[in-house]
Nanobody, 124 residues
Framework: QLQLVESGGGLVQPGGSLRLSCAAS????????IGWFRQAPGKEREGVSC??????RTNYADSVKGRFTISRDNGKVYLQMNSLKPEDTAVYYC???????????????????WGQGTQVTVSS
């Protein structure tokens, strides 16, 4: 069973940066499609970014294009968030899998494993 753990969230001022990490103890995530999602109070869960397991193709929601970057390194997945805005405030989740479906997708139902989430707060 894959257990995902997100880290790197916190409080940051508008215009600041954070880097979120997604890792699975004892496993490399390189063979899994990984999605980053976020959910703010009163809003539906939103797909932010994803990276496929095949050729590591990436995609981004329009709201974060040019500001966020998803990447892989040493079996982990990262989300670099720059030029943060108050609208980015949310709980951020990473999701993985399954091994049989490696396409980059912003659809929650495409993912099997989910982390517990990490809070990102952008406020002055």
């Amino acid at each position: 069973q894959l257990q995902l753990v997100e880290s790197g969230g916190g409080l940051v001022q508008p215009g600041g940066s954070l880097r979120l990490s997604c890792a699975a103890s004892g496993f490399s995530l390189d063979d899994y499609a990984i999605g980053w999602f976020r959910q703010a109070p009163g809003k539906e869960r939103e797909g932010v970014s994803c990276i496929s397991s095949n050729r590591w193709r990436t995609n981004y929601a329009d709201s974060v294009k040019g500001r966020f970057t998803i990447s892989r390194d040493n079996g982990k997945v990262y989300l670099q968030m720059n030029s943060l805005k108050p609208e980015d405030t949310a709980v951020y989740y990473c999701a993985a899998g399954p091994l049989t479906y490696g396409v980059c997708s912003h659809l929650s139902y495409r993912y099997t494993y989910w982390g517990q989430g990490t809070q990102v707060t952008v406020s002055s």
